[in-house]
Structure formats: structure tokens, C-alpha cells
């Protein structure tokens, strides 16, 4: 079984509503990458959803994994100090709780 979540969120979004900023190397980092995966990326799209809209997106998806219960299933992810933090940062600006036990957090790097 395949499964898998993939959104883009709105630059101008962030920026404008959150106070979020841009970092120039990062934006210069990804610039040297290949047209399509900058494009993909990093370039504006009318396809980009906002802060709410794509957390909200998000909760539904992970609450429709067969099995799941957020006060007991274990959430993964590669480097829990990036991805998590930013996430619940990004679940505060939307003024959503978080969809899972952040006790539950797990790093994959364990497990490898």
C-alpha cells in the first residue's frame, strides 16, 4: 500500500499574514537546482493553498491512515527537531491543534 501527502503552501501566505520571512541563501540554494524541481518548489503556483487551508488538509489525511489514533499511535519522521517544530509552528498560525501526540514522536534514524 502506497500512501502519501504532498502539498505546497503560499510564500505570500506566510509573509503576509504570518510575519514569516525569506532567507536569500536559501531562496539562492534552491535557484541553482534543476528548472523543474525550483519550479515544483520554490515558484509561485495558484495550486499553493494557504497556511489553514493546507494544515487543515493535512489533519484529515493523517486522521484517514487506517489504524491511526492520536492520543496512541507513534508519528515518524527523519530529524524530529525540522520537521515537527515547523509544523506546529505552522498549526499555531492556522489556530489548529496539532493531530497527534506530540509525545508520540519518533525519529527514523533509530530505526535504520
Same mark, same amino acid.
Not at 37 to 59: G, I
Not at 73 to 99: E, H, M, Q, T
Given at each position: !500500500?502506497?500512501?502519501?501527502? +504532498?502539498?505546497?503552501? @503560499? =510564500? $505570500?501566505?506566510?509573509?503576509? %499574514?504570518? *510575519? ?34 493546507? !494544515?487543515?488538509?493535512?489533519? +484529515?489525511?493523517?486522521? @484517514? =491512515? $487506517?489504524?491511526?489514533?492520536? %492520543?496512541? *499511535? ?39
Amino acid at each position: !500500500m502506497k500512501i502519501g501527502f +504532498k502539498v505546497k503552501l @503560499s =510564500v $505570500e501566505d506566510q509573509i503576509k %499574514n504570518f *510575519s514569516r520571512t525569506i532567507d536569500l541563501s536559501v531562496l539562492e540554494w534552491w535557484k541553482k537546482q534543476d528548472r523543474d524541481v525550483f519550479d515544483s518548489t520554490a515558484r509561485p503556483s495558484k495550486k499553493d493553498l494557504s497556511v489553514k487551508d493546507a !494544515m487543515v488538509k493535512l489533519s +484529515k489525511f493523517i486522521g @484517514s =491512515v $487506517e489504524g491511526f489514533d492520536s %492520543n496512541k *499511535s507513534y508519528v515518524w519522521c527523519r530529524g524530529p527537531s525540522f520537521d515537527f517544530p515547523i509544523k506546529k509552528s505552522l498549526y499555531n498560525n492556522a489556530k489548529l491543534s496539532v493531530p497527534y501526540n506530540e509525545f508520540k514522536i519518533r525519529d527514523v534514524r533509530t530505526y535504520i
